[in-house]
């Protein structure tokens, strides 16, 4: 897989996540992000690209009505 053109301080299109720093892991890249609601985490790259990953999973709790 390619990698993104993408840096620390950008935002990941379609989500709300901000790049922090490019993690590896075992040859898939993990993205260690900050959540627009305050939380840090890593999320791979992989299902960005796919939209499965567009928040730290607070977005899941809110559509769920949580
Ligand atoms: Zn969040």
Redo the contacts with the bound molecule.
């Keep these: 897989m390619r990698i993104p053109s993408i840096h620390p301080g950008d935002r990941l299109y379609d989500t709300?996540l901000t790049m922090i720093a490019r993690l590896y892991q075992s040859g898939s890249m993990k993205l260690r992000c900050r959540?627009?609601?305050g939380?840090i985490t890593s999320v791979f790259w992989c299902n960005v690209r796919r939209g499965k990953t567009k928040?730290?999973?607070?977005?899941r709790r809110e559509r769920n009505g949580a």
């Design positions: 709300r959540c627009d609601c939380v928040s730290c999973g607070c977005l």
